[in-house]
């Protein structure tokens, strides 16, 4: 299973990006649960969002909550991550991931191990 992620760039705080990740081979697209992960320099790994298999569940980090919002297309095999009102902390590669049970829950959805595939990342650069 292949994630390619894109949309990834250089903004001044406040402004908006959205990232796509489209799944390119594997089962059907609509079997996973899909999640967004980052990591910035020197940091560890964190959740940012998630979204079950139909799009009627989502999650989100504490962080991102009310900014960013991420959504899904099982027509085209994407799901997108809408970034609103950046902050420089928001600064980090943004990674993909594909959780083949499709089923992801509140406790579920920001563990990274409940994925099985992740995309090359995209760098988010957020200017103060």
């Known amino acids: 299973v292949q994630l390619q992620a894109s949309g990834g760039g250089l903004v001044q705080a406040g402004a908006s990006l959205r990232l796509s990740c489209v799944v390119l081979?594997?089962?059907?697209?609509?079997?996973?649960?899909m999640g967004w992960f980052r990591q910035a320099p020197g940091k560890e790994r964190e959740f940012v969002a998630a979204?079950?298999?139909?799009?009627?569940?989502?999650y989100y980090s504490d962080s991102v909550r009310g900014r960013f919002t991420i959504s899904r297309d099982n027509t085209k095999n994407t799901v997108y991550l809408q970034m609103n009102v950046l902050k420089p902390e928001d600064t980090a590669v943004y990674y993909c991931?594909?959780?083949?049970?499709?089923?992801?829950?509140?406790?579920?959805?920001?563990?990274?191990?409940?994925?099985?595939?992740w995309g090359q990342g995209t760098l988010v650069t957020v200017s103060s």
């Open positions: 081979s594997g089962r059907t697209f609509n079997n996973y649960a």
């Open positions: 991931a594909a959780d083949s049970y499709g089923v992801t829950t509140k406790q579920t959805a920001g563990d990274p191990d409940e994925y099985d595939y």
């Open positions: 979204v079950n298999w139909k799009g009627s569940s989502t």
